[in-house]
């Protein structure tokens, strides 16, 4: 059994008085496509965001490739947090899409995908617009390499956003609801670019709704409720014979539209 | 009485002269008020709470009290501190500290308007905090807080105005004068009133014209 991609052990997230990720175990398996689903309020966004370090958990670790992220722990056993230099290379192993987005308004496509390229990993101003643009290509996007995202579809920019972080040749893809804010005609185009990347063994992570995508791509579901991993299997498992009474009422909502057909 | 604006005309190497001098207040004193102002604005955001308290405190009595209330204070208050200045360097001063409380205010919301995810993005990619700020916050920034800039710089410049009184020679102490030599209160008035709409609207077109270049950076699809 290789090394997963990321290991949550014991995870904990508050915020205030609100306890938001309790307990949290998970692995997520190399070169494979794992689904966070759940309804609102459960915690995967959550969870998610504390994989790309963008929220710091409470208590508990997350190791990513066998690196411990964020944290260290010192001879008296206390948590302390590691230079921001050295987590930045841990996280560089990670690219992260976002719910809106996020394309930065006063650069172009192109120049939102070699940022990066240019800023973090001092390439040449054409060494970093060339890997952009075979990016952009990849989502099919060259032909609007020079259009600001105000001048991009809501699918559009999140097609950038997806050649934004991988043109930093991450080992892990993290989405957060990448199509929440989308049509369905737009939603598909995302997730076609989605089902292309785990189609070359990218190992993903995909906090969605849709479960179409989770059914068909996902090759691990975990289903959280109220800040708990109440189920972890095979798409299968999960969608076949939900054996848990609040997975069921869950998906009842999503297998009446017509997922079960998927499978 | 006739209103006979040639009264006012003949004068007009004295007026080109006020003009001037209000032009070079405005343009001067609201530079360096934008650039107070940033820098008021970053201390603000991070420099620390007790900066930001103290900043909150000096800026809240210049925006709650009057200008002309400031200036008397800075002409007339400077020499019990031992700063006694002459009219128009008072008047620079003056106006670049009360525009200044303005602009860092412009600034702290335009800093707090930049979406949390755009940093965030900027963090995921492997940008450092000075990073994002340069490359991100700044320039996000910059487009969001152009048009209440301008529209300060145009408030900034009939505030100007009021520098008449501590005897600063620019256009509203100039033309008052004329006419009251002249006796042609109305027609001074009315050239005064004249020459700030004017530089009123030629300002406000600038700023229609940049921000229509800036529309395509605008956030959100409409």
Partial sequence: MSLPAIAVRNLVKTFGDTTVLQNIDIEIPQGQVSCLIGPSGSGKSTLLRCMAFLEEATSGTITVNGEVLGFTENAQGMRERIAPAANRAIRAQIGMVFQQFNLWPHMTALGNVSEALKTVHKMSRKDAEERAMAQLVKVGLESRAGHYPSQLSGGQQQRVAIARALALKPKIMLFDEPTSSLDPELTGEVLNVMRDLAAEGMTMVVVSHEIGFAATVGQQIAFLDHGRIVFTGPPQEVFRKPRNARLEQFLDTYLDRGASMLL | ?222
């Fill in chain 2, 1 to 222: 009485m006739t209103f006979d604006i040639n009264v006012i005309l003949d004068q007009l190497p004295a007026i080109t002269s006020g003009a001037g001098v209000t032009i070079l207040i405005w343009i001067v004193g609201t530079i360096a008020a934008a650039i107070l102002g940033f820098f008021v604005a970053v201390g603000r955001r991070f420099g620390g709470a007790m900066l930001n308290k103290a900043l909150f405190l000096i800026v809240a009595v210049l925006r709650g009290t009057p200008f002309l209330i400031q200036i008397f204070l800075v002409y007339y208050g400077g020499p019990f501190i031992g700063l006694s200045l002459d009219p128009l360097p008072a008047g620079l001063i003056g106006i670049s500290i009360y525009g200044a409380a303005y602009y860092s205010e412009i600034f702290r919301s335009g800093f707090m308007a930049v979406p949390k995810g755009h940093i965030e993005a900027g963090e995921c990619v492997g940008l450092t905090q000075g990073q994002i700020i340069r490359r991100i916050l700044l320039p996000e920034m910059t487009m969001l807080v152009l048009p209440p800039s301008l529209n300060m710089a145009v408030l900034l410049m009939k505030e100007t105005a009021v520098l008449s009184i501590i005897t600063v020679p620019e256009l509203t102490a100039t033309l008052s004068a004329i006419g009251a030599q002249q006796y042609a209160f109305v027609e001074a008035l009315s050239v005064l009133a004249l020459f700030y709409w004017v530089l009123v609207e030629i300002t406000g077109r600038l700023g229609r014209l940049v921000e229509t270049k800036l529309t395509r950076f605008r956030f959100f699809n409409a």
